[in-house]
């Protein structure tokens, strides 16, 4: 987590953001690229993509050079913190964090100069390794309010009232119940700051230019 923050800053200090939107699952940008029509751009891009994935062709599912439009389906991991670590902190067997998937849409636009990019996720899923499959209590968005944290939190006492937690300290119930907003916020940041970060992987890759060796 400290590596992606630092990364961010260096980022936002380093490079030019334009218009980030973000809207529940959804989060977009647009890029500037001055002096370089659409054609170039969405070249580009393809070149882009085609360094980032290791299978691009398998992730591609849909591109249309004449409107210059790119659609990208591929998977994500994403940390997600574990509050039952944090109600059971000398608890070995669990970890901080726990890596969830989440499978999501990539769309690329091109125009003169500029391009958008938009990252819709799916939300979160996790397999242990007896290949249980666990869905996280809450979707993937990016813009929880508070009255939203609240029906979370409301969940998370429903949940702690379960015959299987009769055994369970109050404290420690009460510890959980209060940790939902901390986790929920740090996972919504965790997403933002992955998309932003691939978002300038792509853009940097859109400006560097293709060096030709002598041969």
């Not at 630092?6 to 973000?22: E, G, H, V």
């Not at 591929?74 to 726990?98: E, R």
């Not at 003169?112 to 996790?126: A, C, F, L, S, T």
Request: hydrophobic share 35%; proline share 2%; aromatic share 14%.
């Amino acid at each position: 987590m400290k590596k992606i923050k630092f990364y961010l800053l260096f980022y936002f200090t380093c490079a030019s953001l334009f218009s980030q939107k973000i809207d529940g699952n959804k989060i977009s940008e647009v890029y500037e690229v001055r002096g370089v029509d659409a054609k170039q751009i969405f070249s580009k891009l393809n070149y882009a993509i085609a360094l980032i994935y290791e299978d691009a062709v398998d992730v591609i599912k849909f591109k249309d050079d004449q409107s210059k439009l790119l659609v990208i389906k591929a998977l994500a991991l994403v940390p997600v913190l574990d509050a039952y670590k944090l109600m059971n902190p000398n608890n070995s067997s669990l970890t901080d964090y726990i890596d969830y998937s989440h499978n999501y849409t990539l769309i690329i636009e091109a125009r003169d100069e500029k391009y958008r990019i938009q990252m819709i996720y799916q939300d979160g899923k996790y397999s242990d390794s007896q290949l249980t499959q666990y869905k996280l209590p809450f979707s993937s968005k990016m813009d929880y309010d508070m009255a939203e944290l609240e029906e979370i939190m409301e969940k998370a006492r429903e949940e702690m009232n379960q015959d299987y937690y009769d055994m369970t300290s109050r404290k420690k119930k009460e510890i959980y119940i209060l940790s939902q907003p901390k986790v929920v916020r740090e996972y919504q940041q965790t997403l933002k700051e992955y998309s932003t970060l691939f978002f300038q992987s792509i853009y940097k890759k859109v400006l560097e230019d293709i060096k030709q060796e002598d041969w």
